[in-house]
């Protein structure tokens, strides 16, 4: 299954970023293939004025629709997600997101920022349309440490959490490949029943 790793920071290096990249390393381990858009290496102008016209803009529009899964990362500034992620999320359709399963992950300075996540993304995200949306991720800087030779090091709490998501997004990508094999199967069975007529 095809999942978008749909970055939102305005920073690089991004605490935020390597959050996400652990996570589709995680899911690329168990078979999953992985994409990945920054929203901030969007052109600006195109980006702020909504030009789904500008071949950049369209592309990461159709990434968005071609993924069965999409793990949406941001930062939380002032009790809400970042205004990139925020414009990037209205070039969307209205079921943009139509079909799809979202992992929702934040970064912030301190743990009072985590009921962002809850309160100012996931009801953006549901108008969205999603099938379903997980349980959000949030750690703070200092629960991601990094090192230059290993990456990022989740202390044990974040690690069960991002263990604990990786594992039902892959439950619930499996169960969306069963149901679709079983649609191609079923479609296929008049058409069999009738050459054995």
């Given at each position: 299954m095809n999942v978008l790793l749909l970055g939102g920071s305005p920073s690089a290096p991004s605490t935020t970023w390597r959050l996400?990249?652990?996570?589709?390393?995680?899911?690329?381990?168990?078979?999953?293939?992985?994409n990945a858009l920054q929203v901030r290496d969007l052109?600006?102008?195109?980006?702020?004025?909504?030009?789904?016209?500008?071949?950049?803009?369209?592309?990461?529009?159709?990434?968005?629709h071609e993924a069965d899964a999409i793990v949406v990362g941001t930062p939380v500034y002032k009790a809400s997600f970042s205004g990139v992620l925020k414009v990037f999320l209205d070039l969307l359709p209205q079921d943009g997101l139509a079909g799809k399963l979202v992992l929702p992950l934040a970064t912030g300075g301190s743990q009072s920022h985590m009921l962002a996540l809850d309160y100012a993304l996931r009801p953006v995200l549901a108008s969205l349309a999603p099938r379903h949306i997980l349980p959000s991720?949030?750690?703070?800087?200092?629960?991601?440490?990094?090192?230059?030779?290993?990456g990022v090091l989740p202390v044990s709490v974040i690690g069960a959490r991002i263990d604990a998501g990786v594992e039902q997004l892959a439950h619930e990508l499996e169960g969306a490949l069963l149901r679709k094999a079983a649609g191609s199967l079923s479609a296929l069975a008049p058409a069999s029943a009738t050459l054995h007529a």
């Open positions: 996400q990249q652990l996570v589709g390393a995680r899911l690329a381990a168990l078979g999953h293939r992985t052109p600006a102008q195109a980006l702020l004025r909504a030009d789904t016209s500008d071949p950049a803009i369209a592309e990461a529009v159709a990434l968005v991720i949030y750690a703070t800087a200092a629960q991601l440490p990094w090192d230059p030779d290993k």
